[in-house]
């Protein structure tokens, strides 16, 4: 968000409540192929355009370069992310001023839907009142990540 | 090589002799960005074209998958090797019916050349006479090849 900093909230949602007005709704998966070190390379695929990612953090150091990629090499780089996966159905929904993003996971990782709520700014994350549907905040529990995710499965 | 099975034999070269009349020569350099467990990732730069390659190799499965990325993308990404590089230069010169390459070391190799003739097939890799200033072959030495020199260093 240019000039402003980013800031979102992660909760558990236990069921989806019925009635809501998505959006819309897409499908995305990443999985990792190489996680070497403070370097991970990744491959996406958000509802039919891939994405080949090398990311390192760490240190001073921090790069990320997202490479654009056909579908044929994406299919191919996928099949050697077998059990380091993400896979989801995404669907956005207006939440007051605030723009709600629900992830229902499939795949390994099935059962498990986290929200994600995106703000403009600090005050607007720290004033949100989060809706009776969501469970537990796990903005900070590392093991929601999406590599954690994919690495280790869902949490216990 | 289309329909046929292209077959490399490698030699240590001590030093290349005068008046060698070269066809080309031109700069090549490659990292590794990632080695994790059969998949290696690695950038190349050949001359200044600039390509990411995910590589997998081991049991039934292998893929891989070279990628064009522009020179920024390219910078970027070495950036992530330190450590992990193999840099020559490469000669390429006509003997008799077959085209060697001669690859003079540079970097942390420095020092190391070797010489690579390509064949048509197995009996003219047979046949093959190396010529005077070619030292030990060592096609089939692992220590010699771009990962192991890479993360290894110059043989001892």
């Known amino acids: 968000m240019a000039g402003g900093v980013e800031i979102e909230r ?7 409540p019925e009635g ?3 959006l819309d709704e897409r499908a995305l998966r990443q999985g990792y ?8 390379v990744r491959v996406r695929d958000d509802a039919g355009a891939w994405r080949l990612t090398v990311k390192h953090g760490g240190g001073l150091r921090r790069v ?3 490479i654009e990629i056909d579908a044929r090499r ?3 780089l996928w099949e050697l992310t077998e059990g380091r996966r993400v896979e989801k159905r995404r669907h ?9 993003e629900v992830d229902v996971f499939e795949g390994d990782l099935q059962g498990l839907v986290v929200a994600e709520v995106e703000f403009d700014g600090e005050d607007a994350a ?8 969501f469970g537990r905040e796990v903005t900070d529990d590392g093991a929601y990540k999406n590599r954690a995710l994919a690495v280790q499965g869902r949490p216990t």
Chains 1, 2 share one sequence.
């Open 126 to 133: 720290r004033a949100f009142s989060p809706p009776g549907w």
């Open 20 to 22: 809501l007005e998505w």
């Open 74 to 76: 994406g299919a191919s």
């Open 33 to 40: 192929l190489a996680l070497d070190g403070d370097t991970e």
């Open 64 to 66: 990320e370069e997202d």
């Open 92 to 100: 956005r929904l207006a939440l007051g001023a605030a723009m709600l």
């Open 10 to 16: 992660k909760f558990l949602v236990d069921a989806i």
